[in-house]
Each structure stands twice: as C-alpha cells, then as structure tokens.
C-alpha cells in the first residue's frame, strides 16, 4: 500500500484533529522525519554517528524531530506549522510514535528516537 501524501496544511489540520487523542505523558508523539528514502512500510533504526562518522552500531528506534509542544499546564498546543526538514532530505514525512528515552532526549523540541512507529504521510510543500 502507498504511503498517503498530504499537504502542509492538511498535515497541520490532521495533528491539530488527533492531539487529543494522544496523553502528553504517555510518550506517545507525533513527529516529522526528513529521508531521501522513502521506505515501503516503516523506517529501519537509525545508525549512530560519531564526530560526522556513520557507526554499525543502531539506535533502538528511528531518528525523528518532536515539533508539537507542550503549554506550562502539559497539554499539547496547536501546530500552526510545519518545519521544512530540507536539511535531513528531500521529502519530510509525519509520523506518529512512541518515543524512546535516553540521556539528552529530554528536550520537548529536537531529535528524539521514536522506539516505534508508523507513517501518516509524506508531507508535500504548498502550491
């Protein structure tokens, strides 16, 4: 089955739809991963790099950036918009997870290692 493709805005509207769904403290999140590969089914776990050196060693998950915040009360705030990710590759894709703890993953914006996950859709630029 193809992965659905959506727009910016459809994306926005789709995370905005579905927050209340997920508890804050679950570890559950959504979250955007930019790939020059687009797999047919899920991301394989993440490779550990070194001083910009690719390890054999894997992350117990995939590499993913967590861009839905959280106000001083917990619950999660409106997405209002959708980082580009050019820098991680050409397509961005939205993905919902469990995250994965581990030291310097506290952060509520950054990479984060998703233990598992599914993709939502490959998020397409506007016009």
């Known amino acids: 089955m193809a992965i659905k493709r959506m727009t910016e805005q459809e994306a ?7 927050l209340s769904e ?3 403290y679950s570890g559950e999140i959504f979250a955007l991963r930019g790939d020059d590969y687009i797999p047919a089914k899920n991301f394989r776990p993440s490779n550990v790099w070194e001083d910009g050196n690719k390890l054999s060693e894997k992350l117990p998950g995939v590499c993913a950036c967590w861009f839905v915040v959280r106000d001083v009360y917990g619950d999660w705030e409106e997405v209002k918009e959708i980082p580009s990710m050019k820098e991680y590759g050409d397509h961005r894709f939205l993905l919902r997870g469990y995250r994965y703890d581990m030291d310097g993953t506290e952060s509520d914006q950054g990479e984060v290692i998703l233990s598992s996950h599914e993709i939502v859709a490959i998020v397409e630029p506007e016009g």
């Open 22 to 24: 997920i508890d804050p």
């Open 12 to 18: 926005i509207e789709y995370v905005n739809s579905h």
